[in-house]
């Protein structure tokens, strides 16, 4: 611990001024007194008393100090002269522990007195340290002063115990904490990142931008740990060793950062009776609840706000002195906005981005150069700004934003920033390309100049998709899309024709498009696509976002983790939602075969779980109908233990294997069918697939399966089997095309595995086989499958590759207890009349 | 504000993206959203097309999809939006300290249908 010291400004003429005490030396407290001695430097007599044994300084510096990019000299704001030339005594190091309103005294921890006639509490925040087990292990640190830096330096320092790099786990994946993990990873350390919410920095940043930052951050070392919650730190000899999280992982760590978040430091007031909520209350001039008493800076309340940044402590600042000089003016609240301040990651965020009603989110997004920016505009004001790659227009837009502008005049050109905005004509986008010379270039993957784009427009191509095929402008990555849109705008006028429908208004790519590029550009995180291909909306829509999610499922088997928020509520429960709003429960009888012990089972959860109804499906198995979403848990444990798995009734995935009784019994019966029908279930059921899948197999030509209206039909004949696809027996009835006949029950479950991968990886979401097979025609399924000789080997065995990953009962893992929010109320509200 | 603010615990109950459910005896159901934008919004828990638990539909921007039939309902103001007509109530909520809080009035005020 450092001893107090002090000194005592020059001449100060006592007695003739009045005595202004200050309780924090730092940011707020500081500046209340220059905004002072700026209005009236003879008013007051200052003593400040500082908890830091050192002066005046630039906190928010402190992250450049860590990173090695600043020194403390550097981040020094006032210097020992400053107070000694301004009369000011600085106790520095001695903390104010009471204050005596009555007397008008403050006592400090050594014991000294200070009497006032107006004293400023400018206390700050204190840092939230989670009170989990190991939070009070030495090595366990917080991130707020020189000091917190300095042990931050000493642990980088030393690194490992076995002489290795430092391990570093930082908890809090908000501004302060991504500063800090920045700092140690430039100083040497590893650097994990433990992180509660899905994605980082949740309150200033959309989805987009957070997945963005996360991505860079991985790319440059990090280990980023989103969705992580701290059990337990574990320490060694009093030192922490490790950070273990509530679901068993364990991190190791020779520090460990909380950055979790502040609470205003309202001890001192709230012990002097001061008025406390969150912070300290103060009314528009500073004035806390005794008129003797300002407070100011992060340990305030200002109409229900308390603020943790800069920007607002100045306005305060201002409001302050003018009061405490005599020439109130007022504060009347903030708008904030927020910057990482880490080096090569240029991030902006300000005001409310969270869209709705009347708001309308103006997004632009260019992958080549990282760059996401989405600006939310509400009756011609813009209200929000999330900038990340490019924050050249951040200070424009945050400007606009303050001043409440009506933007309507530069509405169009608003996105692309403040140049565009106020280039007059250029404030229209086409304008803005007409402008371009000829030879500027366009499309920068396939090289194509605008003079070249627009020959090919005056030489007919009228759409966007016949610029794309005949001279590849915009056929690569998509980002000039907008640009060419623009060009075929200004040569045709109106006669541009609409290409083939896009997946949804979202983006202008069709569901091919997006299928190609996922794969040729390696697309893993819907995040990633929709900044990739240029998404229009922050985090699309109920129509893309479950499309995206069976793409990347199909198109990254076992690597892919299934995004649940973009299943529609079936998937996600597992079960068929009902208009009542309770689930039907359809366990799988493989084949539509049952047995005493299964119906039995079904019969005891119908009467456990008091199910109203109990039915035979089409689809030759059992409905129990009426389950509650709280016990749907239950009751698939219930099946689970009887033998039973999902019967995915509610899925875009398989659903029956319709089977006949075949040769085992019937008189016609030419082949098993029924055993046939089993052994394709088990092969086929859990696969996600652009649509419901139904299969039938029929043991002869009678075809009392029903073969005939499936996605994919069997009909056993003497000499073999054959194969039919694309039927439907739904809205509108299909009857199957034949795809060809084969002699042996391998071929017909290769050809069967090889049809389904064909339709999974080329069919558009939500379009079931037989809309598929009009659309592309029959002869291109024959094609895919049969034109080389191995194609239906190498279909299938992506197949059954995929397979190894969806065959894991999802009933099994929610009996199990995964997902329990999704079946579990918040609480319930018992309104006292009603509790007896 | 004014009025007493119901707390019904920490914001980490409710993953961005999703939604969940509190009952209220002798009351309507209310759902809770949490957008992928971190805001919180609630809802009576039943659309105004045929009473579609809302809390079970997909979030996106500051809109829920309605389960049943796809009505698209602001979280806002609880207004179907596009061609459909019909509101839901809304429920004044809150954020503080990393707590969700509802309007009391406005979850025990209200009697199921
Ligand atoms: C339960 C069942 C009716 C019954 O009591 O028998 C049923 C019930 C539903 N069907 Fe069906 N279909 C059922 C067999 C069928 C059949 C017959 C069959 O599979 O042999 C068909 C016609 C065959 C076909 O699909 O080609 C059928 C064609 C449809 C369609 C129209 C599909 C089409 O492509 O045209 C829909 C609507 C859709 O999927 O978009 C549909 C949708 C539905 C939904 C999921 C409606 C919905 O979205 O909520 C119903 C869910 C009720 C529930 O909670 O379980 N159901 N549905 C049958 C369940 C079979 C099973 O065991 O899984
Ligand atoms: C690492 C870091 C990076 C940051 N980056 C940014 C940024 O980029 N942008 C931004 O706007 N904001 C940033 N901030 C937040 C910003 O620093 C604060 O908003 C600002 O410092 C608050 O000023 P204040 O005077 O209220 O509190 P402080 O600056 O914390 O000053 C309070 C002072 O009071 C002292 N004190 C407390 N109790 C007593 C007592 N009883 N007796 C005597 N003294 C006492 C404390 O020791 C402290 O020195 C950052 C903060 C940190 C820690
Ligand atoms: S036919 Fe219509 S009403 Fe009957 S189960 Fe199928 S979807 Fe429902
Ligand atoms: S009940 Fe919600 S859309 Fe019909």
Redesign the pocket.
């Known amino acids: 611990m450092n001893a107090p010291m002090s000194f005592e400004g020059a001449a100060r003429p006592a007695g003739t001024r009045e005595r202004l005490v200050v ?7 500081c500046r209340a007194v220059e905004e002072i001695l700026a209005r009236d430097p003879a008013r007051y007599a200052v003593t400040i ?4 044994p050192r002066v005046n300084y630039n ?2 510096m ?2 450049p100090v860590l990173a090695g990019e600043k020194t403390f000299d550097d981040i020094v704001i006032n210097t020992a002269a400053w107070y000694q030339d301004n009369g000011i005594a600085l106790v520095a190091g001695d ?3 009471a204050i005596d309103r009555e007397k008008q005294v403050v006592i400090a921890q050594s014991g000294r007195s200070e009497p006032y006639d107006r004293l400023l509490i ?4 204190d840092p939230f340290i989670i009170p989990v087990p190991g939070h009070d292990l030495a090595g366990v640190v917080t ?3 020189l000091d917190d830096v300095e042990r931050m330096l000493a642990a980088a320092e030393k690194g490992a115990p076995d002489g290795g790099k430092g391990r570093a786990v930082v908890i809090g994946g908000g ?2 904490g991504l ?1 800090a993990a920045h700092g140690l990873s430039l100083r040497g350390m590893q650097v994990t990142v433990v992180h509660l919410m899905p994605t980082l920095m949740e309150r200033q940043l959309d989805e987009a931008a957070g997945w963005l930052l996360k991505a860079e951050l991985e790319r440059r070392g990090q280990t980023i740990l989103t969705g992580g919650d701290t059990g337990e730190i574990l320490g060694e000899g009093g030192h922490v060793t490790a950070v273990r999280l509530k679901d068993g992982r364990e991190l190791p760590a020779d520090i460990v950062v909380m950055a979790v978040g502040i609470r205003p ?1 309202t001890g ?1 007031a709230k012990a002097a009776g001061l008025d406390v909520e969150r912070g300290i209350l103060v009314d528009d001039h500073m004035v806390t609840s005794d008129p003797a008493v300002l407070a100011v ?3 305030v309340q200002h109409r229900g706000a308390c603020y ?4 607002p ?1 100045w306005d305060m600042c201002r409001a302050l002195a003018d009061h405490a000089t005599g020439a109130p003016s007022g504060y009347a609240g903030s708008v904030t906005s927020t ?1 990482l ?1 880490v080096s090569g990651i240029d991030l902006f965020s300000a005001g409310d981005f969270s869209g709705g009603d009347g708001a309308e989110d103006i997004v632009m997004r260019d992958a080549a150069r990282g760059v996401y920016k989405r600006v939310v505009v509400k009756e011609n004001r813009l209200v929000g700004a999330v900038l990340y790659g490019d924050t050249a227009d951040g200070s424009w837009y945050f400007d606009l934003l303050k001043k409440g502008e009506d933007i309507s005049d530069i509405r169009e050109a608003l996105i692309f920033g403040q140049a565009f905005a106020s280039g007059g004509a250029l404030a229209d986008p086409n304008a803005a390309v007409a402008a371009l010379s000829d030879d500027a270039e366009i499309c920068g993957c396939n090289g194509v100049s605008k003079g070249a784009i627009v020959q090919t427009i005056r030489e007919g191509a009228c759409s966007l998709d016949a610029v794309r095929s005949q001279c590849k402008a915009s056929a690569s990555c998509g980002s000039c899309t907008g640009l060419v849109e623009s060009l075929l705008a200004l040569t045709l006028g109106d006669d541009v024709q609409s290409g083939p429908k896009s997946v949804c208004k979202c983006t202008s790519f069709t569901h091919d498009d997006v299928r190609r590029l996922i794969v040729e550009k390696e697309l893993r995180a819907i995040p990633q696509i929709l900044q990739e291909l240029h998404w229009t909306t922050p985090d699309g829509c109920a129509s893309c976002r479950p499309a995206l999610n069976y793409y990347l499922l199909c198109a990254w088997p076992g690597e892919y983790e299934d995004d649940q928020k973009s299943r529609f509520v079936n998937e996600r429960m597992h079960a068929n939602i009902q208009k009542d709003g309770t689930y039907s429960v359809v366990p799988r009888m493989w084949g539509g075969i049952t047995s005493p012990k299964d119906l039995r089972a079904i019969a005891d959860v119908v009467e456990k779980y008091d199910a109203p109804m109990v039915k035979v499906t089409g689809g030759q198995r059992l409905d129990i109908f009426g389950i509650r979403k709280e016990d749907l848990p239950a009751v698939w444990a219930d099946l689970n233990a009887a033998g039973m798995v999902s019967g995915h009734a509610y899925g875009k995935s398989l659903r029956t294997v319709k089977t006949c009784v075949g040769s085992e019994w019937c008189r016609f019966g030419t082949q098993d069918s029924t055993g046939l029908g089993v052994k394709i279930e088990r092969m086929t059921w859990g696969s996600w697939m652009p649509h419901k899948f139904k299969i039938a197999v029929s043991g002869c030509p009678r075809n009392c399966a029903e073969a005939t209206i499936k996605d994919f039909g069997v009909v056993c004949v003497d000499s073999g089997y054959e194969l039919h696809v694309g039927g439907n027996g739904g809205i509108k009835v299909r009857a199957t095309d034949l795809l060809c006949k084969v002699a042996t029950e391998a071929e017909a479950m290769d050809v069967c595995a090889a049809f389904i991968q064909l339709y999974r990886e080329q069919a558009h979401y939500l379009e079931r086989t037989a809309p598929w097979i009009e659309r592309v025609g029959l002869d291109h399924v024959k094609a895919g499958l049969f034109d080389t000789p191995d194609a239906v080997t190498r279909l299938a065995a992506r197949f059954r590759h995929s397979q190894q990953f969806m065959q894991d009962d999802p009933w099994a893992k929610r009996a199990a207890g995964e997902d329990a929010e999704l079946h579990q109320h918040l609480a319930e509200v018992r309104p006292l009349e009603f509790v007896s | 504000m004014i009025g007493n603010w119901l707390d019904i615990g920490p914001v980490d109950q409710i993953a961005p993206g999703n939604a969940r459910t509190l009952p209220v005896r002798g009351g309507a159901e209310i759902a809770v959203f949490h957008t992928l934008d971190g805001n919180f919004y609630a809802l009576v828990n039943a659309c105004p097309h045929k009473q579609g638990p809302l809390s079970q539909g997909i979030v996106h921007g500051t809109v829920v999809t309605c389960p049943l039939h796809n009505w698209n309902i602001s979280l806002k103001t609880g207004e179907a939006l596009g061609d459909d007509k019909g509101c839901v109530p809304t429920i004044p909520l809150k954020v503080d300290a990393g707590r969700i809080y509802l309007l009391r009035e406005a979850v025990v005020g209200r009697r199921a249908a």
């Open positions: 309780i924090g030396n730092g940011m707020a407290g008393f500082g908890a830091e906190r928010i402190l992250s903390p104010v522990v400018a206390t700050g925040s991130f707020r002063d501004l302060l500063e430091a001192l800076g992060e340990c943790g940044l800069v920007a402590l910057k301040k």
